[in-house]
């Protein structure tokens, strides 16, 4: 049965959500009949991204491609039967990822929920593992045992990858707890969705944040729809704005271009690192497919809608123009990047396919620290009840 | 040697714990400036300042899964539960997060955090805050779970929980808090996972853990002044890992066997050792397994009734002589 309206439903944004109408646009280049002015974009003057070099811009705008092509790749995996369960894509929010990373130093943290392919690049770990992860292999970065929901990396100060919505904020808030416990002169960035901001455990985290001073960011990934369900539908007043009523500093900024999220997130870091200050950031973003594979995408949202976002604020299109603007860019290095990124997801795929699974004696290993490490192991006793 | 009580054996072994990591951190509802719901903690502000000794708002998901996210990084919380009962509103951060974060990441993160409180009942503060759920917790692996019946297991089972690097979920119990034992003052653990014979026995082997520990002892006692029959009782003392060899090793000795918890039935730990023993020691069994439950009803308030419904020595006085006859 076709539940689909013949005529288009008028979409219930609120009044704060981005407009379908994008910038006033300049023809600056010939694909860019519609994305951002570059000269409109203040944000490339902020001191944090002025002070970059060409190579870096050149690696923002590499890691957003990245992302893009991995995640286009896994989704072709998945359409044939190479990955199992969820997969929930990044596509459309790059920016944020690639701009918020971009700004860890040595003892920032990141976690994140289960859109978390995006933020596992962006903090460097390599596609080979995390398409290995998604293949259920052995050689995958948590061997097969997490899958898309579950990616970490310790060394690169990234705390997963998690599945239960919220349920990541709370550690987010410990991170930042630990930091400041031990000293250290850094902070936690704890991303979540729109759908997230209701979760009583987010609620009890801005307190114990706000309560003790505590370095971490709160940063709401705000694409707009909890699965299907739209932020007027779901949230009660604006959603970063809730922060006020915990006396934490907040702010709201679009994350389309790397440099506004770059130069967003800046000022709120710095506080954390240097005054142990909690704040909420709203970040306005955009998926370009649904929830997760198993969402059909055609009962919330109309095509309209998400075409608009593409031809007018594409996040690796709009910096594209920024930097083929500036000249830092040319035609063929964003081929060569492209196809470079293409290449990458390509060959990730082939090390996925070629490794081999885990075996039914890994499904009960790394459950106990002191089963994998039975030298150092001091309790006794049955552990397993099969 | 010293005779104290259960509570202080807890507060000497965190104390000590204290003094020996400086990323060990006491938190919880009380702890600090109230000196404790239950005073297990007095003192300890006091020795050791507000960063080590934390109050926390009244926030379980919220305290908990942020010790959990510091002991991904290193941080040793001891975090208290003024009443076990209340794991549920944190079920989502103890049982997702502490139980699977260093599966799901395949082994590269673990959380040393110990959750202690009190879970029982017997104080008339009725059902909902007189659960028992170290079954529940014990039934997801990455957790262990601990509970201590006396002074002298309390302090070294408590050492051993801190230094344990994985999440151990440790169950006290208000009604011991004043009871007195013999405690070293010089340092000792008790490893996790090791059960403890209370008393030698011939006849009949019972199986217990927390209070229900005692009141099989005094059942014994009576067994034996009043009917003759010689009991074995068997501490748990920790639920997982599981002392199988101890409980078998009694089984096989005395061929019978009393299951006492203070669990409901349906799946208490009670029902785990079942399937144990007639799994493995099925030709040593003279007559089927028992156990005494509590009664299968959300916890009374009525004060004797309360009574009625736990494993009481005269319950278990009854029990005991059903399997043997």
């Known amino acids: 049965m076709n539940l689909r309206p013949a005529v288009l439903i008028a979409l219930d944004f609120p009044a704060n959500r981005p407009t379908l109408d994008g910038p006033v646009t300049k023809k600056s280049s010939p694909t860019a009949e519609t994305n951002a002015d570059p000269a409109a974009s203040g944000h490339a003057r902020a001191p944090v991204n002025a002070k970059l070099s060409a190579d870096a811009k050149i690696d923002l705008y590499r890691q957003m491609v990245r992302i893009r092509r991995f995640e286009e790749r896994s989704l072709r995996a998945y359409q044939g039967k190479k990955i199992g369960g969820f997969l929930h894509l990044y596509v459309g929010q790059e920016a944020v990822a690639v701009g918020c990373c971009s700004l860890m130093g040595p003892n920032d943290h990141v976690i994140t929920a289960y859109r978390d392919h995006g933020h596992a690049l962006a903090v460097g770990m390599?596609?080979?593992?995390?398409?290995?992860?998604?293949?259920?292999?052995?050689?995958?970065?948590?061997?097969?045992?997490?899958?898309?929901?579950?990616?970490?990396?310790?060394?690169?100060?990234?705390?997963?990858?998690?599945?239960?919505?919220?349920?990541?904020?709370?550690?987010?808030?410990?991170?930042?707890y630990a930091l400041k416990y031990k000293g250290l002169r850094g902070a936690c960035l704890a991303f979540m969705g729109d759908g997230a901001v209701n979760q009583g455990a987010v609620h009890e985290s801005y307190n114990l944040a706000a309560l003790w001073q505590l370095p971490v960011i709160f940063v709401i990934e705000n694409n707009g729809y909890s699965m299907g369900t739209s932020q007027a539908r779901s949230s009660a007043g604006d959603l970063?704005?809730?922060?006020?009523?915990?006396?934490?500093?907040?702010?709201?900024?679009?994350?389309?271009?790397?440099?506004?999220?770059?130069?967003?997130?800046?000022?709120?870091?710095?506080r954390a690192r240097n005054e142990s200050k909690p704040s909420v950031l709203e970040v306005r973003t955009y998926r370009y497919r649904g929830h997760s594979v198993a969402d059909p995408d055609n009962t919330y949202r109309t095509k309209v809608e998400i075409e608009e976002y593409r031809r007018t604020k594409d996040p690796i299109?709009?910096?594209?123009?920024?930097?083929?603007?500036?000249?830092?860019?040319?035609?063929?290095?964003?081929?060569?990047?492209?196809?470079?990124?293409?290449?990458?997801?390509?060959?990730?795929?082939?090390?996925?396919?070629?490794?081999?699974?885990?075996?039914?004696?890994?499904?009960?290993?790394?459950?106990?620290?002191?089963?994998?490490?039975p030298a150092e192991k001091k309790s006794q006793g049955r552990i397993f009840f099969d | 040697m010293p005779l104290i009580q259960y509570r202080e054996a807890l507060r000497h072994a965190m104390a000590e714990e204290l003094l020996r990591d400086p990323n060990v951190v006491i938190m919880g509802e009380e702890v600090a400036q109230f000196n404790g719901a239950y005073k297990v903690t007095e003192g300890l502000l006091e020795k050791f300042g507000p960063k080590r000794i934390v109050d926390t708002p009244i926030s379980e998901a919220g305290f908990i899964g942020m010790g959990i996210g510091a002991s991904m990084l290193g941080i040793r919380p001891v975090i208290e539960l003024m009443f076990w009962s209340f794991y549920s509103?944190?079920?989502?951060?103890?049982?997702?997060?502490?139980?699977?974060?260093?599966?799901?990441?395949?082994?590269?993160?673990?959380?040393p955090i110990v959750i202690r409180g009190p879970a029982n009942g017997g104080t008339n503060v009725g059902a909902t805050h007189s659960h028992t759920p170290e079954a529940i917790c014990?039934?997801?692996?990455?957790?262990?779970?601990?509970?201590?019946?006396?002074?002298?297991?309390?302090?070294?089972?408590?050492?051993?929980?801190?230094?344990?690097?994985?999440?151990?979920?440790?169950?006290?119990?208000?009604?011991?808090?004043?009871?007195?034992?013999?405690?070293?003052?010089?340092?000792?653990?008790?490893?996790?996972?090791?059960?403890?014979?209370?008393?030698?026995?011939?006849?009949?082997?019972?199986?217990?853990?927390?209070?229900?520990?005692?009141?099989?002892?005094?059942a014994a006692q009576l067994l034996e002044q009043e009917h003759d029959i010689s009991v074995e009782v068997v501490d748990l003392r920790t639920i997982r890992p599981l002392d199988e060899a101890t409980v078998l090793a009694s089984v096989r000795k005395t061929h019978r066997v009393l299951l006492v918890d203070e669990n409901k039935p349906f799946c208490g730990v009670g029902a785990q050792l079942a399937y144990m023993i007639q799994d493995q020691a099925f030709d040593d069994l003279d007559a089927p397994i028992k156990r005494v439950s509590a009664v299968d009803a959300p916890s009374i308030y009525s004060p004797p009734m309360e009574i009625e419904q736990l494993p009481n020595p005269q319950r278990i006085l009854k029990a005991a002589l059903a399997v043997m006859n």
């Open chain 2, 138 to 218: 014990a039934a997801h692996p990455g957790i262990k779970v601990v509970c201590p019946a006396t002074a002298y297991d309390a302090k070294g089972l408590l050492k051993s929980a801190i230094r344990d690097n994985d999440p151990v979920m440790f169950m006290e119990n208000t009604m011991l808090y004043g009871d007195k034992g013999e405690v070293p003052d010089e340092e000792y653990l008790i490893p996790l996972g090791q059960a403890d014979i209370k008393r030698l026995g011939t006849d009949l082997t019972i199986v217990a853990h927390g209070r229900a520990v005692l009141n099989a002892l005094a």
């Open chain 1, 317 to 373: 299109q709009v910096f594209q123009n920024l930097l083929l603007a500036e000249g830092v860019l040319d035609e063929a290095r964003v081929a060569q990047i492209d196809a470079a990124a293409r290449a990458e997801a390509d060959v990730s795929a082939d090390f996925a396919e070629a490794s081999p699974y885990p075996t039914v004696e890994d499904i009960q290993k790394d459950i106990y620290w002191e089963e994998d490490h």
């Open chain 2, 89 to 111: 509103v944190a079920f989502d951060q103890i049982l997702n997060n502490a139980a699977n974060v260093r599966y799901m990441s395949g082994g590269l993160i673990n959380c």
């Open chain 1, 240 to 270: 970063a704005r809730r922060a006020e009523s915990y006396g934490m500093d907040w702010g709201v900024f679009d994350g389309h271009d790397v440099y506004e999220v770059r130069a967003g997130l800046d000022k709120f870091l710095e």
């Open chain 1, 126 to 176: 390599e596609m080979n593992p995390l398409m290995a992860e998604l293949y259920g292999k052995a050689t995958g970065c948590s061997k097969g045992k997490g899958g898309s929901m579950h990616f970490f990396d310790p060394s690169r100060n990234y705390w997963g990858g998690h599945g239960i919505v919220g349920g990541q904020i709370p550690l987010g808030t410990g991170i930042a």
